[in-house]
């Protein structure tokens, strides 16, 4: 029998390529990725050694265990819903597998989390490393590609879209900030060595183009500034560092075209990449079925009669709306709360503002990103939310 630290190892070794792969997931040179690809290996790895060591990788605390039975609930809503609404002329399962799988990843990680398997600090420092392996990738030009967009290049990056591009930039660079100003939670001075990371994940941002991962990414910062509980002197030091830094930035944004014009959309034209007319479509849709919603299936079939063809609502909220009804809606809203009560109760006790600072970057990103329901990322920063504070005794008790 092999021993149960050799297969907990291998279980946090398989997470944190795991983590390190999601930038890579999309990548087929060989057109087997829909059969093989690093991540998915890494997280069938992830799943195997999970049972082998049940004991060791299903938290039942209220903490994390109640949040995962609601959000079972709301899964087990969603999938009647779209079962009763199916018909010959979906192309959807009403069965959403990608989904599920999130779901029981974010009760794993978050289990992982509480039994200090795995560190918070970890999880971010493989992510960052990944992001700028992308960055150096970018610079010799290998899995560079563009989409054309509103008459507009913007950076696509190994079968990513430009907006999950601009995601993975924006939160490396939240990650790697927090470290800096945070250097003895994370790991002393060595934390300063992540500053060469910075111009690659600002770089990977702008080029994107993506104006909702560079907003997400300036109120993550912004808040994470703000709510520091810092002495007077320092706070003036901070934000002597957050001017300069962000003139910086702002330098680099006016000379990136890209973002730089597509800002200027927003602000002169109120143009949002057409997000305001399928926003429309989607209300009017919800409307019809307002209590129930038309789970997935039934939110295809109308939404293509409503739009003309099927557009997802860029818009996780509108998403659960239309798709749950009022019902869905409220049990979501509440599972979110949960975590927004975590997130305080970290800053709280720990005074420290990164929990907070991922609930802005969380609850910005998924206003107005397409399919973001589905999006492993958005699932582990969930679980990371919600299980850091717990892992704390101090917080526990």
């Not at 018909?87 to 029981?104: E, G």
């Not at 910005?364 to 299980?387: E, P, R, Y």
């Amino acid at each position: 029998m092999i021993k149960s630290s050799i297969i907990l190892k291998l279980k946090v070794i398989a997470l944190l390529v795991f983590i390190f792969s999601i930038p890579f997931e999309n990548w087929d040179p060989f057109g087997i990725a829909h059969v093989f690809s690093i991540t998915k290996m890494a997280g069938l790895i992830y799943a195997l050694t999970t049972l082998f060591i049940a004991k060791r990788s299903f938290s039942f605390s209220k903490q994390v265990f109640f949040p995962f039975k609601i959000l079972f609930f709301f899964y087990l809503l969603l999938t009647l819903i779209s079962i009763f609404n199916f018909d010959d002329l979906n192309t959807f399962s009403p069965i959403n597998l990608t989904l599920f799988q999130n779901i029981i990843m974010y009760w794993i990680i978050g289990s992982d989390l509480i039994y200090r398997n795995v560190s918070i600090k970890q999880i971010m420092l493989y992510f960052i490393l990944s992001v700028f392996l992308m960055g150096v990738l970018l610079i010799f030009g290998i899995g560079v590609g563009a989409e054309y967009v509103e008459g507009m290049s913007r950076l696509t990056f190994f079968e990513n879209n430009a907006n999950i591009i601009g995601i993975l930039g924006g939160l490396s660079l939240t990650f790697v900030v927090y470290f800096i100003l945070n250097p003895k939670k994370a790991f002393g001075k060595k934390s300063y060595y992540l500053l060469v990371t910075i111009p690659f994940s600002t770089n990977i941002l702008l080029l994107s183009g993506s104006r909702g991962a560079l907003i997400s990414t300036i109120l993550a910062i912004v808040g994470m500034f703000i709510f520091r509980k810092d002495s007077g002197q320092k706070k003036v030091l901070q934000y002597l560092f957050l001017f300069l830094a962000g003139s910086i930035f702002l330098n680099k944004m006016l000379e990136s075209q890209v973002i730089y014009q597509r800002l200027m959309e927003t602000t002169e034209e109120g143009d949002l990449g057409g997000r305001g007319l399928i926003w429309n479509h989607t209300l009017e849709i919800y409307e019809r079925s307002p209590v129930i919603g038309w789970g997935n299936t039934g939110f295809e079939k109308e939404m293509t009669i409503t739009h003309g063809y099927f557009k997802d609502t860029h818009n996780l909220f509108l998403y659960i709306l239309v798709t749950t009804g009022i019902i869905g809606f409220v049990i979501f809203m509440y599972f979110l709360y949960l975590h927004f009560k975590s997130a305080v109760r970290f800053y709280k006790y720990e005074e420290d503002v990164i929990m907070l600072g991922l609930l802005l970057f969380y609850i910005t990103t998924v206003f107005k990103s397409g399919g973001i329901i589905n999006d492993k990322l958005m699932w582990i920063l969930l679980a990371i939310i919600i299980a850091t504070p717990i892992a704390n005794p101090q917080i526990k008790n």
